[in-house]
């Protein structure tokens, strides 16, 4: 069988069934990762000759694929966003980010170190990339596509679970990075925080997080200004050559500068792209761009899937014990659902929208690029079974929050409807809490 012609074809169908799916799908409880997921199991078990899609042995190419998945959904994140950053206006993304991904991170290390019997260093990466929100399969319970709304008119543009869980899944997708880099230190240096708490605190968190929010913001100003702002009669604005690829440009652009000053890019892209949505809000480009980087997500996101269904089917979880499944069950129905619950007080959320900010905390493929970045970067014990728990949590994940995103998101918004209605309110608004 020629390798190449199959990979083609594979390649064709892929990108097709992403452009199709989400159109197919409709209002089934099925999401486009629950089937790519299938698909990949399939193909690596009914298709002889492929080679086995082995994280451990291909690392560098799980980190870099997995990488510019990421990089690509917090961009898109960024720019979907209609309300403006603040304090208030973004309380639940800081109580989420402040409480309950702490919260997340000490209840699985204390879990991998009591449970699955692993040592500090490990349990505190497991818990690392375990913790946050994946903003790349949480696409079923994020935001949509950018609106042109005008400053005053953001109150109706988004929900509350929506809004929370999409710059939840920008931020702290960054923000898991310190404690990964506590991890390695740990493997490298010993647990006892003399030989690396300083350096981790001073470089590790403060330096690469404060480049990484400076380099994103100097990016997203200049880019902002080029689209929206330059005077120029000839060749001037871009926004007005609705140039979808630039996307990419920007993404590329704020990652890797923040990268090259040491800082976080992760971060830099988010804040990127909130502040060229920041520049011009009520711009279509902001469409353009968008939808792009969309397409592209799509894109990365089913090759991804497919290799993590096929790395299923040939053995990625063959490591796992009885206690794995169960530590999996507990962090994806209980200690991600506790810890949202715990860190969002009344303050205006409806009793359901606070649940479904709580349950849908999605692991995905920043789980994946974390574990395989701290593997190339360190040595941990027992990665093979680092990496079973890991693909058991995402493909959970996957199935789980796939089965009910579309149903629970549904009730959700007819209830909202009609409360709205009820209280004298378009139906459409957004701003009712449920």
Request: proline share 8%; glycine share 14%; hydrophobic share 50%.
């Given at each position: 069988m020629d390798a190449s012609a199959l990979l083609y074809s594979a390649a064709g169908a892929a990108a097709l069934l992403a452009a199709l799916l989400p159109r197919l799908l409709g209002r089934l409880p099925v999401s486009m990762p629950m089937?790519?997921?299938?698909?990949?199991?399939?193909?690596?078990?009914?298709?002889?000759?492929?080679?086995a899609p082995d994280p451990l042995r291909?690392?560098?190419?799980?980190?870099?694929?997995?990488?510019?998945?990421?990089?690509?959904?917090?961009?898109?994140?960024?720019?979907?966003?209609?309300?403006?950053?603040?304090?208030?206006?973004?309380?639940?993304t800081w109580l989420l980010l402040a409480v309950t991904m702490p919260l997340t991170i000490v209840a699985t290390a204390v879990v991998g170190v009591s449970l699955l019997g692993l040592g500090v260093a490990s349990a505190v990466l497991l818990a690392a990339l375990l913790a946050p929100t994946?903003?790349?399969?949480?696409?079923?319970?994020?935001?949509?596509?950018?609106?042109d709304v005008d400053e005053g008119d953001e109150g109706d543009s988004e929900d509350e679970p929506r809004f929370a869980l999409t710059s939840e899944a920008g931020l702290n997708d960054a923000l898991a990075f310190p404690f990964v880099y506590a991890a390695i230190?740990?493997?490298?240096?010993?647990?006892?925080?003399?030989?690396w708490l300083g350096r981790w605190l001073g470089v590790d968190v403060a330096w690469r997080c404060a480049a990484g929010a400076a380099a994103g913001y100097a990016v997203g100003r200049l880019l902002g200004r080029l689209f929206f702002r330059t005077r120029r009669r000839r060749?001037?604005?871009?926004?007005e050559e609705a140039e979808g690829f630039v996307a990419l440009a920007c993404t590329f652009l704020a990652y890797g500068l923040a990268e090259l000053a040491a800082g976080y890019g992760f971060v830099?892209?988010?804040?990127c792209a909130c502040t060229i949505r920041a520049a011009e809000r009520a711009h279509g480009?902001?469409?353009v761009l968008h939808g792009f980087t969309e397409q592209v997500e799509r894109l990365l996101t089913a090759g991804i899937l497919l290799l993590l269904g096929g790395a299923v089917a040939r053995g990625l979880l063959e490591p796992l014990r009885t206690v794995d499944v169960v530590a999996a069950l507990l962090l994806l129905l209980?200690?991600?659902?506790i810890a949202g619950w715990v860190a969002l007080p009344g303050g205006g959320r409806g009793l359901r929208d606070r649940a479904v900010i709580a349950f849908f905390g999605v692991r995905g493929i920043g789980s994946i690029y974390y574990l395989a970045y701290a593997l190339t970067h360190a040595r941990f014990e027992s990665p093979d079974r680092l990496w079973a728990v890991t693909g058991l949590v995402v493909t959970l994940s996957v199935v789980l929050h796939g089965v009910t995103a579309t149903p629970v998101m549904r009730a959700v918004d007819r209830r909202r409807a009609r409360l709205a209605a009820e209280r004298g309110k378009d139906p459409r608004s957004r701003d009712v809490p449920v």
């Open positions: 089937v790519f997921l299938g698909l990949g199991a399939l193909a690596f078990l009914l298709v002889p000759g492929l080679p291909h690392a560098t190419v799980t980190e870099r694929l997995t990488e510019a998945g990421v990089i690509v959904a917090l961009f898109g994140a960024g720019l979907a966003l209609d309300r403006p950053a603040g304090w208030r206006r973004w309380s639940s994946d903003p790349v399969l949480a696409s079923d319970v994020q935001v949509g596509e950018p609106t230190a740990m493997a490298e240096h010993g647990a006892a925080p003399s030989g060749g001037g604005r871009l926004a830099a892209v988010f804040v480009y902001h469409g209980v200690v991600r659902p």
